[in-house]
């Protein structure tokens, strides 16, 4: 029975904990995560116009939901992320989510509801070794091994790029190379971090997009795609769900 003040839910990550390290609890639960439903306090920190401003309020919102037992949002996977933040919208909210787009075709403005509660995960995970790392070799003939990346990999990553953009005057980005530095532990059975920097900043374009392609395996999420019809002129769109700022904050009445 919950002890708490507030009710839980269990929410199955489409991870399915495999791609954390052993020992980690979501690794030994096959990737159920306890999450609290929303409430006021989560509305006062939605609403919260300095963290909205910073660009932490949805890392706030999970530090908040997130009550499993040895959990740190920020250990989970960016991919689990995006799931624990649906199920949360559809906890509070309901499945609903009413999205306008315009038609490719026509440029007829299209109403549609998406049903989160309907949103999947991958049909199959591939297999890792007991450190959540997946091991392959490249084109080259490189033997590669990565990780997935956390969200707190991921607030890094926003951080190195945003000092390369100042350092050299936003005309470098280094979206690539700075996430291939968070998700690469070892080239060639290299391992130190010196070292595969260099590496890393030296790869062939064929390995790297490689590299790339292989992390989104262990790095699966929810399916965040839709098809729509117009009904103008009947062209068939598909795309990714636009995610505006009713998302979280739907018309209600106070």
């Not at 096959?30 to 963290?51: F, H, R």
């Not at 499945?95 to 299209?110: A, G, L, M, P």
């Not at 019809?229 to 998302?247: L, Q, S, W, Y």
Request: glycine residues 8%; negative net charge; aromatic residues 6%.
């Amino acid at each position: 029975m919950n002890e708490l003040m507030y009710p839980v839910e269990i929410i199955n990550l489409p991870s399915e904990g495999k791609y954390y390290p052993k020992g980690h609890p979501l690794r030994e639960n096959g990737g159920q995560l306890e999450v609290k439903y929303m409430t006021a306090k989560e509305e006062d920190i939605l609403t919260s116009t300095n963290l909205i401003a910073n660009g932490t309020v949805m890392d706030r919102l999970l530090e908040s939901i997130v009550v499993h037992t040895g959990v740190n949002p920020i250990e989970l996977t960016t991919g689990d992320v995006n799931a624990v933040l649906v199920a949360a919208r559809v906890l509070a909210y309901g499945k609903d989510y009413e999205v306008t787009i315009t038609c490719e075709e026509c440029e007829e403005s299209i109403d549609t509801v998406v049903d989160l509660s309907q949103l999947e995960g991958p049909d199959d995970l591939i297999e890792v070794d007991e450190d959540g790392y997946h091991h392959f070799t490249t084109g080259t003939g490189l033997d590669v091994v990565i990780r997935s990346m956390t969200r707190g990999d991921e607030r890094d990553a926003e951080k190195n790029e945003k000092i390369l953009q100042t350092k050299y005057n936003k005309k470098v980005s280094g979206i690539i190379t700075s996430r291939l530095k968070l998700i690469i532990v070892s080239i060639n059975g290299e391992t130190d971090k010196n070292m595969l920097a260099n590496m890393i900043d030296n790869l062939v374009v064929k390995d790297s997009q490689k590299i790339r392609r292989e992390f989104s395996n262990i790095n699966p999420t929810i399916d965040m795609t839709m098809e729509v019809t117009c009904g103008e002129c009947d062209h068939k769109m598909k795309g990714a769900i636009p995610i505006g700022v009713d998302f979280f904050w739907p018309e209600i009445e106070i």
